[in-house]
């Protein structure tokens, strides 16, 4: 029960003060204050004050500026990253639960349920479907990954009228998204599985192609690409560690299997469509658009590097 209450309390924290954080200039992660910070919310609550809470506020506030990065700092950081990946206290199990009651919910003009969208593997078939993809279908002519396909299907099963769904792409605050929800749930059915990049249609390797070009592309107002950040291994932006997607292995393998995963920070389940749109954002790039080809192409060429890596989903991260 007490630790059950430390996770929450360590929840409300990370939230607070990833909004405190927005106010800052530079609107990427700041982090540094995670695992002191972390300690002390854990000692209030054994001391039982809720009330103490406010005074971490204020601290949060002062150690975004001042705290150095020690070796410390990350022990602690790793100590919270192992208590947060207890699948029974991960929030991004809810978005499971919500996303099989939406896959068998009559929807759309026709009335029917999701339970018959193929996702590679054959009508309904869920259980490692999404280990397979991006991957291409003949009923579309076209490579798609898991957002692209469930539009897809809605549209052309349910007769659902997606704009409503693509407004709500992103969870917020008072906005749950379908999407998310969705992935999760189809998402889950691989845990367990190995990502397998399909590459054998003439358009999965051609996009493929087109999404390791991408990486490597310079451009935008910082001449920034996914490799500057991405493409060389022991790169971090303050304690963020960036995972280097130039070489296949371990790294991407962890990476790729970890999505969709609960972003801790935003209080929300994030799957690969978001992260892609922040990483776009942080490269000074242009917005990419919803379930765009571009984006399906990243996807082909970052899972081609994360091949053999075992799904575990949803996760949860910082
Ligand atoms: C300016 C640096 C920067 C650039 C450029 C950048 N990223 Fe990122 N990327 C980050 C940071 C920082 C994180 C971690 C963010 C966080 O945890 O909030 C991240 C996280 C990721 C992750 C998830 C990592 C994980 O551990 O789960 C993926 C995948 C990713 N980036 C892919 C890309 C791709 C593809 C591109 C090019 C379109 C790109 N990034 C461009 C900085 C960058």
Same mark, same amino acid.
């Given at each position: 029960?007490?630790?059950? +209450?430390?996770?929450?309390?360590?929840?409300?924290?990370l939230?607070?003060?990833?909004?405190?954080? !927005?106010?800052?200039?530079?609107?990427?992660?700041?982090?540094?204050?995670?695992?002191?910070m972390?300690e002390l919310?854990?000692?209030?609550c054994?001391?039982?004050?809720?009330? *103490?809470?406010?005074?971490?506020?204020?601290?949060a506030?002062?150690?975004?500026a001042s705290?150095?990065?020690?070796?410390d700092?990350?022990k602690?950081i790793?100590?919270?990253?192992?208590m947060?990946?207890?699948?029974?206290?991960?929030?991004?199990?809810?978005?499971?639960?919500?996303?099989? +009651?939406?896959?068998?919910?009559?929807?759309?003009a026709?009335?029917?349920?999701?339970?018959?969208?193929?996702l590679?593997?054959?009508?309904?078939?869920?259980?490692? =479907?999404y280990?397979?993809?991006?991957?291409?279908?003949?009923?579309?002519d076209?490579?798609?990954?898991?957002?692209?396909?469930?539009?897809?299907?809605?549209?052309?099963?349910?007769?659902?009228?997606?704009?409503?769904?693509?407004?709500? %792409?992103?969870?917020?605050?008072?906005?749950?998204?379908d999407?998310?929800?969705?992935? =999760?749930f189809i998402? !889950?059915?691989?845990?367990?599985?190995?990502?397998?990049?399909?590459?054998?249609?003439?358009k999965?390797?051609?996009?493929? *192609?087109?999404?390791?070009?991408?990486?490597?592309r310079?451009?935008? +107002?910082?001449d920034?690409?996914?490799?500057?950040?991405h493409?060389?291994?022991?790169k971090?932006?303050?304690?963020?560690?960036?995972?280097d997607?130039?070489?296949?292995?371990?790294?991407?393998?962890?990476?790729?299997g970890?999505w969709?995963?609960?972003? +801790?920070?935003q209080s929300?389940?994030?799957?690969?469509?978001?992260?892609?749109?922040?990483?776009f954002?942080q490269? %000074?790039?242009?917005?990419?658009?919803?379930?765009?080809?571009?984006?399906?192409?990243?996807?082909?060429f970052?899972?081609?590097?994360a091949?053999?890596?075992?799904i575990t989903?949803?996760?949860i991260?910082?």
């Amino acid at each position: 029960m007490i630790a059950h +209450v430390e996770h929450i309390l360590i929840y409300i924290f990370l939230n607070v003060k990833s909004l405190l954080q !927005n106010f800052a200039e530079n609107g990427m992660a700041v982090e540094e204050a995670g695992g002191d910070m972390i300690e002390l919310t854990k000692k209030m609550c054994r001391r039982g004050g809720f009330a *103490a809470f406010a005074a971490l506020i204020s601290l949060a506030i002062g150690s975004t500026a001042s705290h150095a990065q020690t070796p410390d700092a990350e022990k602690e950081i790793e100590r919270y990253r192992e208590m947060i990946s207890d699948p029974m206290s991960n929030p991004g199990f809810l978005a499971v639960d919500r996303g099989q +009651v939406l896959w068998s919910e009559k929807r759309g003009a026709k009335n029917v349920s999701l339970e018959t969208c193929d996702l590679g593997l054959g009508a309904g078939k869920l259980e490692g =479907a999404y280990a397979k993809m991006p991957r291409y279908f003949a009923d579309s002519d076209k490579v798609m990954e898991i957002e692209q396909r469930l539009l897809w299907c809605m549209e052309k099963i349910q007769g659902l009228d997606t704009k409503d769904v693509i407004a709500r %792409r992103f969870s917020a605050p008072g906005r749950d998204s379908d999407m998310e929800d969705l992935v =999760a749930f189809i998402a !889950n059915k691989s845990t367990g599985f190995k990502i397998e990049p399909q590459t054998s249609h003439p358009k999965e390797a051609e996009l493929t *192609a087109i999404g390791e070009g991408m990486f490597y592309r310079r451009a935008g +107002v910082m001449d920034f690409a996914c490799a500057t950040c991405h493409g060389e291994p022991g790169k971090r932006i303050r304690l963020q560690g960036l995972p280097d997607f130039s070489k296949p292995g371990k790294q991407a393998q962890e990476t790729m299997g970890s999505w969709p995963t609960y972003r +801790v920070s935003q209080s929300a389940l994030r799957t690969m469509q978001h992260r892609l749109w922040d990483c776009f954002r942080q490269q %000074r790039w242009p917005a990419p658009d919803y379930a765009s080809d571009g984006i399906t192409a990243l996807v082909m060429f970052l899972n081609k590097q994360a091949a053999g890596g075992e799904i575990t989903v949803p996760s949860i991260k910082r």
